[in-house]
Every structure is written in C-alpha cells, then in structure tokens.
C-alpha cells in the first residue's frame, strides 16, 4: 500500500501538470479519464492519445522508481521495507527447512538485473498479462519476471 499511495501521487502530479501546461479547465473530466482511466461514450480520440501517453509515462517512472529502489536502496521499495522484504540475486535456490530456501548466490541486485526486473514486470502489467500470477506455478513462489531477471524476494534478516 504504501508503494500505491507513493505511486498514485506521482501519476497525479503528472496528471495535474499536464493540465497545467495544456491549459486545460474541466479538473472533474481531466481527472475522472485519466488518474482514474475511466473510459465513456463521450471519450475522443485524443482523449485516449492522451491517456495512452500518460499511461505510458506513468509506467516508465513506476519502473525508474522501482530500479532506484531495488538497486540503489538496499533491494526493497518502501512498501517491500515495512514488511521486511527484499529482491536479491539467486541462480539456484534450495528449499532446506518449511518456510527456509537456501539463495544462491543471494547478493545485491545490479543496475542492469533491476531494470530488466522492473521492465517485465510493469510492461507485462500494461499488457493485462498479470505475471505475478506464476508465483503460483513456479518454485519458492518466483516470479516470471524474477526468474527472468535472476532474483527471488525473501524475508530480510533481522539484526540482533
């Protein structure tokens, strides 16, 4: 939730400086179609251009959020960091004990694996193709995009 609530008021940010530099007054209509991407009877063409446009750059600061998170603030977005979580690398995972995988080789995150994370994972979402649903398929509840990017998410060790 608290990645949604972080991510919500970017996109309104930009939603609200777009209406700003277009000059565009009807702040209920402008909202309703595009933080909330509600579509109508009434919706034009370039309506949807615009939404499409928005949408787009939404996705690729939810992505840049995202690899700066997960590289460069210790593998984990805010919300990932309350509930103690964190993406890391694994080529091989071992299951050792209920609820215990053993993460091969379990190091930070590159720049480059964080982006290709984050690329299959919000394009995927864009294209109504839910990847997170494989964690349910796949081993030690991985991702496609995980496993494509080589990470797991797992539980951060609690410092004593």
């Not at 209509?29 to 939404?51: G, P, V």
């Not at 091989?92 to 209920?98: F, G, K, Q, R, Y």
Request: net charge positive; proline share 2%.
């Amino acid at each position: 939730m608290v990645d949604f609530f972080i991510l919500f008021f970017i996109k309104a940010s930009i939603v609200l400086s777009i209406m700003h530099f277009s000059g565009i007054k009807d702040i209920s209509k402008f909202a309703m179609h595009y933080i909330i991407e509600e579509i109508d009877d009434e919706t034009s063409m370039e309506d949807l251009q615009k939404m499409m446009i928005v949408a787009l750059i939404y996705r690729l600061l939810v992505c840049i959020y995202e690899i700066i998170c997960i590289w460069g603030a210790g593998g984990a977005t805010p919300g990932k960091f309350l509930l103690g979580l964190r993406v890391v690398t694994c080529d091989t995972s071992v299951l050792i004990a209920p609820s215990r995988v053993l993460v091969i080789p379990s190091s930070n995150v590159s720049m480059t694996t964080s982006t290709i994370r984050a690329l299959i994972k919000n394009f995927s979402i864009a294209s109504f193709f839910p990847a997170f649903i494989t964690l349910l398929f796949f081993q030690h509840n991985r991702t496609a995009y995980d496993i494509v990017a080589g990470t797991i998410v797992v539980k951060r060790r609690s410092v004593r």
